[in-house]
């Protein structure tokens, strides 16, 4: 046996060793007991400490929502006046693409709306913006679906769903497109099909039953696939690729339609989607949430909500065993209902700790925090290499190589995308990481889900945009951003595009030494030269009869944009 063959196994021994122990220990915090709750972590004010955001109703039945301060591993109170919300779901997201974290929160309110909460200088100002109402055990999820950089709101609840289109300058509209009208309902979104844009599924109430739907995403337009039965409500439903394969698998847990808790586990099989029949305690009320909780480089489960039968509740954690086997740890957490649970590295360790909160059997309110004690520690993936542009006429592609991690296997990884118009700048897609080392302003997967190609739609023609991308592994940590690379977007697969309207003609073309710009006169413009990717290689200004120098360039095809200001006229221009 050679020696990493030897530390494998010993370290193998100690990771049963300590699984078969109670390996979550309770620690002391002071957040205050909530249930009917969600909470969402998230890095608000740039210390690098992800806060706690959580909302819910107290023993006594009043309705919370509170900010909690990370600091180390010690927690305050913000004196933030925030609406009371509770049956609903909070939610970080940077839908201003300003670079920090805003709020929207969902559920039952005496406002009677959905809230967004601007984050300005770490201070959340209520934003007057209509996003319906949904109501008591509704559900938000944010992404960027129609590939335009920036993020836009889905939201189900109340016999209703629908997708906000986000406008920027604090507008949204309704996107008219149809998805199904639950109660009770959950969603996600992954690209499930590979082709760089973020697909829906949905499940939930429809009033005639527990139904599940798959909405595929076509440049920002849906088709509805039905897998009725499959769909619970009540619970939730997120996708997260168990086996390593390259796709997104779903775990879900709720109310099936004969009234009784259920937690599955479906291996996505291509077009179809395999119960493996992990062994899940069957839950409602509560949800059910993928992480990699010991470190080896798969998806495991934490689990909270109600089991059949009267006063009947669990908190449980599973490990992910391989070849579809799922096996339940010592723990150690408090059983709930009416719950929530998500994972969190609070202590910075890099493993996942877990926050818990829910209605204990004496029907009081509570929140846990549970420090995990795996001693394997996590390493953090590599960054993409290979960037490269693909341009068409509509938008242009962002491709690169894939990721690699020591743990996490490559198929399983996701990642994040940032692009701007300036060097290092995120205007364009907000990542929700720090830039300078990659650290996440979020506990999530990255925005580009698993594909290692992404689109994006809407820019404009002659800008420069700087872009990057970094992996995320199933711990939610990242690598740092790639090396940075940038490209001017041009139409070029247009033959000889130029704009009639716009006086100003290249000559002469093709060129071998200069080239001139005809009908200038006194005026000046800019001429910019890019490759075929959308690389620039050269940019100048010339007035008059200026001419600008194209001898050191390579023979071949080249995209000329022409800017006076006002107008922008692009060409395609031979060098011999």
């Known amino acids: 046996m050679n020696f990493f063959k030897y530390i494998l196994l010993f370290s193998l021994t100690i990771a049963i060793s300590i699984l078969s122990a109670q390996s979550f220990v309770e620690v002391s915090t002071g957040i205050t007991g909530l249930a009917h709750s969600s909470a969402s972590w998230g890095d608000f004010d740039g210390d690098r400490d992800l806060d706690l955001l959580i909302n819910g109703e107290l023993s006594s039945g009043t309705s919370q929502t509170k900010l909690y301060k990370a600091s180390g591993q010690t927690f305050s109170e913000e004196a933030v006046n925030f609406t009371g919300i509770t049956d609903g779901m909070v939610s970080w997201s940077d839908y201003d693409l300003d670079g920090d974290l805003d709020i929207l929160v969902t559920g039952e309110n005496i406002e009677q709306r959905t809230l967004i909460y601007k984050n300005e200088d770490g201070n959340f100002n209520l934003v007057n913006v209509d996003l319906g109402y949904f109501g008591a055990y509704s559900f938000v999820?944010?992404?960027?679906?129609?590939?335009?950089?920036?993020?836009?709101?889905?939201l189900t609840g109340q016999w209703q769903s629908e997708l906000y289109v986000n406008n920027g300058n604090d507008e949204f509209e309704a996107s008219g497109q149809n998805f199904m009208g639950l109660s009770s309902g959950r969603a996600d979104w992954a690209d499930m099909d590979g082709d760089g844009d973020l697909d829906l599924v949905l499940t939930g109430d429809t009033g005639g039953g527990m139904k599940l739907y798959f909405y595929t995403n076509d440049e920002g337009v849906f088709s509805e696939t039905e897998w009725g039965n499959l769909?619970?409500?009540?619970?939730?439903?997120?996708l997260g690729d168990?086996?390593?394969?390259?796709?997104?698998?779903?775990?879900?847990?709720?109310y099936d339609s004969f009234l009784s808790p259920a937690a599955n586990v479906y291996r996505n099989d291509g077009n179809t989607f395999t119960n493996i029949y992990a062994g899940l305690a069957p839950v409602a009320m509560g949800n059910a949430t993928w992480g990699d909780m010991d470190n080896d480089g798969?998806?495991?489960?934490?689990?909270?909500?109600?089991?059949?039968?009267c006063g009947a509740f669990v908190s449980e954690i599973y490990e992910n065993l391989g070849n579809d086997l799922f096996n339940t740890i010592n723990a150690g957490l408090k059983a709930a209902e009416n719950s929530f649970v998500?994972?969190?590295?609070?202590?910075?360790?890099?493993?996942?700790?877990?926050?818990?909160?829910?209605n204990d059997y004496s029907g009081s309110a509570f929140t846990k925090l549970y420090r995990?004690?795996?001693?394997?520690?996590?390493?953090?993936?590599?960054a993409p290499q290979n960037l490269n542009v693909q341009m068409e006429e509509s938008h242009v592609t962002l491709v690169w190589d894939d990721g690699f991690d020591i743990q996490t296997p490559a198929e399983a990884l996701t990642y994040n995308l940032r692009v701007g118009t300036t060097s290092g700048g995120y205007d364009v897609i907000s990542p929700l990481s720090h830039i300078d080392d990659g650290q996440r302003k979020i506990n999530a997967t990255g925005n580009a889900s698993n594909s290692n190609q992404w689109m994006i739609n809407e820019l404009?023609?002659?800008v420069t945009y700087y872009w990057s991308v970094q992996t995320i592994d199933n711990t939610f940590a990242a690598s740092p951003f790639s090396e940075e690379h940038s490209f001017t977007y041009t139409l070029t697969n247009i033959n000889n595009r130029t704009d009639n309207s716009f006086a100003l003609q290249i000559f002469p073309n093709p060129a071998s030494d200069y080239i001139g710009v005809s009908g200038l006169g006194q005026a000046n413009v800019t001429i910019r030269i890019a490759n075929p990717e959308g690389k620039e290689i050269l940019a100048q200004k010339i007035e008059g009869s200026q001419k600008l120098r194209v001898a050191d360039l390579h023979a071949g095809l080249y995209v000329v944009t022409i800017e006076d200001g006002q107008q922008i006229a692009q060409s395609k221009l031979i060098i011999r």
């Open 231 to 238: 769909g619970l409500s009540a619970g939730s439903v997120e």
């Open 372 to 382: 995990n004690d795996l001693s394997l520690p996590n390493f953090l993936p590599e």
């Open 342 to 358: 998500s994972w969190i590295d609070f202590d910075g360790d890099t493993d996942l700790d877990l926050l818990l909160s829910g």
């Open 298 to 309: 798969d998806l495991d489960i934490a689990l909270t909500g109600k089991l059949a039968g």
């Open 141 to 154: 999820c944010w992404a960027d679906y129609d590939n335009d950089g920036d993020p836009d709101p889905f």
């Open 460 to 462: 404009l023609p002659g």
């Open 242 to 254: 168990y086996d390593s394969d390259g796709d997104a698998d779903i775990l879900i847990s709720g």
